[in-house]
Every structure is written in structure tokens, then in C-alpha cells.
């Protein structure tokens, strides 16, 4: 039978990557894909477990989806992601409203657990192992524009950092293989796709656990080939990883964008050794002063963690210098969320919330204030923009090469009259600037 199914992606751009294979899964079997959860026979969750905040949005959503099983047409509600893998009994237990919680081990039963649910009456279904589970996928239905997509090169993480449950929820690093990715990007091209975002827990360490090295820079150097792609964009690069070799092939290339996505987590010494991170300050300092060096235009981009177990006031204004120093381009901040299970959980010294919040709006408002001066200095330049989507006639929205999707900056594109379409890269003259966001007129367009 012909089911419609809603699905609800929570998370990180990992989890989409999987969202987009099981509605690909779905769409094979027959099965109907709806936007509106009150249309909905089953609603998936892809559920995210990485810290609090994310676990209280994925449980906040189970219960909200399961109201349609009482008001609407919905006969069947499931859980995936990570929420299911790191608390499967609990769920089952504590949630009746929850027919089935799979793990990702078995998304390729989802549809036929969907019918055995809705046609045989099946509930409290638990198909969630351990085990680690193949990563090679086919076919995805896209969630994002027409222009850009995610393509996730690795799965897991060896980094054991002591704050992070990640290792626990994934397992161990495991790769695709250059061909399956290779495969993968040219298909996606000749949907449209003209910019590809490549993304894993660690996008550095790719390659090393199938072809016994790192092998980042081989994959970038195959794909940059791809006839149809215009940008590369890397995202996760953890900064010990990130080797002369990996910069040059950056700065040479006139596909992959001059954007460092570096998460650096702290800069002081002991905090970095207490969450068992290998880098250093001094190390840090001289990466980030070799990337500047070699590649002038490239925008640097980081997330920090505040208020960490036994952060003293020294450390965190160690880490208030270095934003302010260094001045990276991008910097997003969390306040350190105490997970179940990982060693930094068990730490003593545990700071208080009201502390971390003060710490975390401490240093935004010092990135507020560097965000400001540097795109005020762009007044009067001419930036290629990847037009992402129309607000209204004349007006688009779109990025530079030196902005992610939802993460960074936008710019608002005046058309004064020239024809583009959502996909173009087009110049732009910027005109004005906000703390984090340009304005600009289109003066020429190309790469329709």
C-alpha cells in the first residue's frame, strides 16, 4: 500500500546527508513524501543527541509529532539518528507514544518496518546495534536547493575527545572510498548541483582507516575535475591535521573556496589538555598565521566551548585575548553542555550555567565587533555570490565563497534589473554591511 510519510530532520548537516537517504529509500518502495506531518500516515524523526539543548529539541519534537497520532491521520511514528542510538531502551520505555527506534544499521528496513506497523499492528520496535554499519549509500532525495549539497565523506570519529559523545554514538572513523564519492558528486551535477559542501566528523583524517594515510587532499584534487562543479567548500578540519600539502592544494585550486572551517574549541593549554584535544596554543597560532600567509583572502572560520570543567577566569580570558588578537572571520560559541558518559562529565569543577552564559555573551559581542570592522571594509568591493534563493522581484539572497549555508553571512543581492536565477554566481558590488551580514548590487552576472 501507498503510505504517506512526513519526515523531521533535526541536527547537524550529517544527519541531513542521512535524511536525504532514507526519503530516497521511502520515495523506491512506493511510498509518498509530504511536507505537512497533518498529511502523514508514519513521521520519522532523525533525532540529534550531541549535547543538552539538542537532546531536549529532539524530545520536545518526538512529543509534538505525536500529537498528529492523536488529531490527525498518523498511525506510525519512528525514531532515528542519534537520539535513538545513544538512549534506545529508554525511549521504548519512557515514550509509548514511539512505535519503532532504529538505528542507522537498519534505515533500509524503514520502509517495510513502516507497513509492519501500520498494516500488522506491530509497535515497540527496537532495531537499534552497535555494530558498525556500511556507509556506502546510493540515490538521496535533496532537502537543500537545487544548487548546493552536502556530501558526507567519513562517518564516526577516533579524536576521544573528553567532552564529546560522539565515538560513543557513531563508532570508530570509517571512510568511503574516493570512487563512491567521485560517483556521487557527478551525479549530483547533473541535477544542478554546482556547489558541493564536504563534511564527516573529522573531514581531515579522511582516507586514513582504507588507504592506511590521509587522503583529503587526493579526494579535493579527483573532484576539483568535475566539469559542472564550480565550488568545493570543506567544512570540520581539525587543525593538527591540516598540512602544507592541504593548503597548497587550497591555494591553487579556482574550485575549492579559501574557507577554513577549523573547530579550535579553546586555546589555553591546560583546558586544551583537559579536553584532550593534541593541538596547542602555540601551534594554533602558527597555523592560522600560515594559512593568512599563503592564501591572503581566506576566511577563517571556528567554534569555541566556554565555561569547560575548571575553566578559570585566567583561561577563559586567555581565550577573550586570542579572539581578540587573531581576529578569525567566523566564530560560533557554545557553553560547555556536561554529557552522560564522557570523562570531562566526571570531571570536578563543573562551572556554573549562569558563568557560562556570561562567558559565551562575552566573547560574541567581542566577535560582534570584529565581525563589524572587517565587512565594513568591504564597502565598494566586487564578490562572486552564489544566489541562493528570491525574497521578492529584485531582491535575492546569496553567499560569498567565504560563507557556509545557515552558519555564516548572507548577502543581499539588489538586482537592479538583471536577470539571475537561484544557482547563478554573480558579481556583486557590496554597498552596505551589517554586523554580520553585506548588501550589494548586482553590476555583472556569469556562470548560468
Known amino acids: 500500500m501507498c503510505y504517506n510519510v512526513g519526515i523531521v530532520s533535526l541536527g547537524c548537516d550529517k544527519n541531513r546527508v542521512d535524511t536525504e537517504v532514507i526519503l530516497s529509500l521511502l520515495v523506491k518502495y512506493g511510498y509518498n513524501v509530504v511536507n505537512n506531518e497533518k498529511d502523514a500516515d508514519a513521521i520519522i524523526i532523525n533525532t540529534c543527541a550531541f549535547i543538552e539543548s539538542a537532546k531536549m529539541e529532539s524530545i520536545e519534537t518526538i512529543l509534538e509529532m505525536a500529537r498528529h497520532k492523536q488529531y490527525d491521520s498518523c498511525k506510525c511514528l519512528i525514531v532515528v539518528g542519534c537520539l535513538s542510538q545513544r538512549y534506545k531502551e529508554e525511549l521504548i520505555k519512557n515514550m509509548p507514544e514511539i512505535d519503532a527506534v532504529v538505528g542507522p544499521q537498519y534505515y533500509s528496513e524503514l520502509p517495510q518496518i513502516i507497513e509492519d506497523i501500520i498494516k500488522n499492528k506491530e509497535s515497540h520496535i527496537l532495531k537499534v546495534s552497535n555494530k558498525d554499519y556500511d556507509i556506502e549509500y546510493g540515490d538521496r532525495v535533496l532537502t537543500t536547493p537545487n544548487h548546493y549539497a552536502y556530501v558526507k565523506i567519513a562517518e564516526g570519529c577516533n579524536n576521544n575527545c573528553s567532552y564529546c559523545a560522539i565515538p560513543k554514538i557513531k563508532g570508530k572513523y570509517r571512510s568511503r572510498t574516493i570512487e563512491n564519492i567521485k560517483k556521487e558528486i557527478i551525479g549530483l551535477t547533473k541535477k544542478g548541483i554546482k556547489e558541493i559542501i564536504i563534511v564527516a566528523q573529522d573531514t581531515t583524517m579522511y582516507g586514513i582507516d582504507i588507504y592506511g594515510k590521509k587522503a583529503l587532499v587526493d579526494l579535493l584534487d579527483q573532484i576539483q575535475n568535475i566539469p559542472a562543479l564550480k565550488w568545493i567548500r570543506v567544512l570540520y578540519m581539525y587543525p593538527e591535521q591540516i598540512t602544507d600539502e592541504l593548503i597548497e592544494l587550497i591555494k591553487n585550486s579556482n574550485k575549492i573556496c579559501h574557507y577554513f572551517d577549523i573547530p579550535l574549541q579553546h586555546v589555553s593549554n591546560e583546558v586544551l589538555k583537559r579536553m584532550r584535544r593534541r593541538n596547542t596554543k602555540e601551534y594554533t597560532i602558527e597555523l592560522i598565521n600560515k594559512i593568512r600567509k599563503e592564501i591572503p583572502d581566506a576566511i577563517i572560520r571556528t567554534t569555541f566551548i566556554v565555561g569547560f570543567p575548571g575553566e578559570t577566569d585566567r583561561e577563559f580570558n586567555e581565550l577573550k585575548e586570542f579572539v581578540e588578537d587573531m581576529k578569525l572571520d567566523r566564530v560560533g560559541v557554545f557553553a560547555y553542555s556536561q554529557e552522560e558518559g564522557t570523562e570531562a562529565s566526571l570531571m570536578e569543577d563543573q562551572i556554573e550555567e549562569k558563568v557560562k552564559e556570561n562567558r559565551k555573551e562575552i566573547i560574541m559581542k567581542a566577535m560582534q565587533k570584529i565581525s563589524a570592522e572587517k565587512n565594513n571594509k568591504l564597502i565598494g568591493e566586487v564578490m562572486d555570490v552564489i544566489v541562493d534563493k528570491k525574497v521578492h522581484n529584485g531582491i535575492y539572497i ?15 543581492i539588489k538586482t537592479n534589473n538583471h536577470k539571475i ?8 558590488k557590496i554597498t552596505k554591511t551589517f554586523i554580520y551580514d553585506l548588501m550589494g548590487d548586482v553590476i555583472y552576472e556569469y556562470g548560468q
Do not use: L
Open 398 to 412: 546569496g553567499r560569498t565563497y567565504g560563507d557556509a549555508p545557515d552558519i555564516d553571512q548572507n548577502v543581499t
Open 421 to 428: 536565477n537561484t544557482g547563478d554566481i554573480v558579481k556583486v
